[in-house]
């Protein structure tokens, strides 16, 4: 079944979706615009951290990516786990936050590389992600499911048909 839908507002069954496509997906990466207009993008990994409209991320506060994103607010991520077909696309304002207790609820023994003082570093703040709209799309990861499909198209001379779960939910306008 191939489906695309567009709904205003966040319903509970696309926030659970959206939560499960990512959630085993350790890095996004993080696009922004430079001065320049030139879009940028790097991996960046998503903090564990209940999902109520905002996606978390440790930064280093002088970083280019926070002096793009005081510039311009939008910002894309990107989730991919192609064994899995799972492909999420995710549009959002992003601001930085300099919250230690926040920090500390989100701190992970794999930051400490990145800031070896902790939550005490002077350089850490996290980066928060107003999710705005996602985009996904959710295929059977069977080989076989793929190949059937694949032979069909060849054979019968038709497109590929996407099998699995096309949509797009607008989640928040919020900034």
Do not use: C
């Not at 019968?156 to 607008?170: F, Q």
Request: proline residues 5%; without cysteine.
């Amino acid at each position: 079944m191939n489906s695309h839908t567009t709904s205003q507002g966040q319903s509970s069954e696309a926030k659970a979706t959206f939560v499960s496509l990512i959630e085993d997906i350790k890095f996004a990466m993080l696009t922004t615009v430079t001065a320049e207009g030139e879009l940028r993008s790097r991996p960046m990994a998503t903090l564990k951290a209940p999902f109520e409209g905002d996606l978390w991320f440790f930064t280093a506060d002088a970083s280019a990516k926070v002096d793009e994103i005081l510039n311009e607010r939008q910002v894309g991520l990107s989730y991919a786990a192609p064994d899995k077909q799972k492909y999420v696309s995710v549009s959002g304002l992003a601001s930085l936050v300099r919250d230690k207790s926040r920090m500390r609820e989100l701190w992970t023994p794999a930051a400490k590389a990145w800031f070896p003082e902790g939550v005490d570093d002077p350089t850490i703040a996290l980066l928060r992600v107003r999710v705005q709209a996602v985009e996904y799309w959710d295929s059977p990861s069977s080989k076989m499911v793929q190949l059937l499909g694949y032979l069909k198209s060849v054979t019968t001379g038709k497109p590929l048909e996407t099998v699995g779960e096309h949509k797009k939910v607008y989640v928040s306008n919020a900034p």
